[in-house]
């Protein structure tokens, strides 16, 4: 897109991110042009949820959504529902909005704990991990933004094609898991 070019042009000879809202959604809609040529979605940051469920017999699974064709990165691989933080929001009350909207769903959690991955000093994308007693049927007519949505286990994760941002704080999000001592983790 040829005005992408001209945002990101400005964030490389200005050397700060330049913000770029859009005439639609709310007030952390928008694109941020980065010095380095990177381009994100969220004028605030943007955040998204890592939903763990573990059953009576021990059977740890999570819940992902397969993105849509029409999204930006990521399309047709599976990731967290997630999005752009609106102006004030803290990462989980911006995590859980977006899988309200994407799912339409409303669920009890217990925060486990999150990950923030800085992409600039002024900006970033956090996963927020939390646990759920009840687990949830995936709806059946999903949100635009998806086109599939299910729970998997680790193993299960590991063979899907995930979005490779997902992919790469993945053992991350594992690793909170694992030393939250909430049952069904290794360190449980």
Do not use: C
């Not at 945002?7 to 941020?32: I, L, M, N, R």
């Not at 047709?76 to 994407?102: D, H, I, K, N």
């Amino acid at each position: 897109m040829e005005w992408h070019a001209q945002f990101a042009s400005e964030a490389a000879q200005k050397g700060q991110p330049v913000h770029v809202p859009v005439p639609w959604g709310g007030s952390g809609d928008g694109f941020v042009f980065f010095p380095d040529g990177q381009r994100r979605w969220g004028l605030h940051g943007a955040s998204g949820v890592f939903i763990r469920h573990v059953d009576a017999d021990g059977v740890e699974t999570f819940f992902l959504a397969q993105r849509g064709d029409n999204v930006e990165g990521g399309r047709s691989q599976w990731a967290l529902p997630g999005g752009a933080l609106e102006a004030g929001e803290t990462p989980v009350q911006g995590a859980m909005r977006e899988f309200r909207e994407e799912i339409e769903i409303e669920i009890d959690v217990e925060v486990l704990g999150d990950h923030a991955q800085p992409v600039h000093e002024t900006w970033s994308y956090t996963t927020v991990v939390v646990q759920v007693q009840d687990r949830f049927s995936p709806p059946d007519n999903l949100h635009w933004e998806n086109q599939a949505a299910g729970w998997f286990t680790r193993e299960e994760i590991a063979e899907l094609p995930t979005y490779e941002a997902f992919a790469e704080v993945l053992p991350l999000l594992f690793a909170i898991i694992d030393s939250s001592g909430n049952p069904g983790s290794d360190a449980g």
